[in-house]
């Protein structure tokens, strides 16, 4: 069965970091573009960043701009979401996504994603 599996949420005061990450079971995520999506409560999921299977790009929502990070490890196995200066509002669950193998291009709509995480949750609370 192909999954992938988030790890690294939790609970963080505001302006803390995290920095989860995102494998797969059941297949190898090299040269898979692999995005990440949230889901505030009570809100749709959105994405918010992305990152080509070569790892030469990402994308953001210009929401999180400044203050989120992703990347991939050297043999493109990991990818993983450095989020820092954390604020109550970045308070949900966090999915890992594949939209399959595409080496320059990445997405951020849940419409081109192909299979996904259960998702991590981050809670941002003083």
């Known amino acids: 069965q192909l999954q992938l599996v988030e790890s690294g949420g939790g609970l963080v005061q505001p302006g803390g970091s995290l920095r989860p990450s995102c494998v797969a079971s059941?297949?190898?995520?090299?040269?898979?573009?692999v995005s990440w999506f949230r889901q505030a409560p009570g809100k749709e999921r959105e994405g918010v960043a992305c990152?080509?299977?070569?790892?030469?790009?990402?994308y953001y929502h210009h929401s999180v701009l400044d203050r989120f990070t992703i990347n991939r490890d050297n043999a493109g196995m990991v990818v993983t979401l450095e989020i820092v200066n954390l604020q109550p509002e970045d308070t949900g669950i966090y999915f890992c996504s594949g939209s399959g193998e595409s080496f320059d291009t990445c997405s951020l709509d849940d419409v081109d994603m192909k299979y996904w995480g259960k998702g991590t949750l981050v809670t941002v609370s003083s």
């Open positions: 059941g297949f190898s995520l090299r040269d898979e573009a």
């Open positions: 990152i080509t299977g070569n790892g030469r790009a990402a």
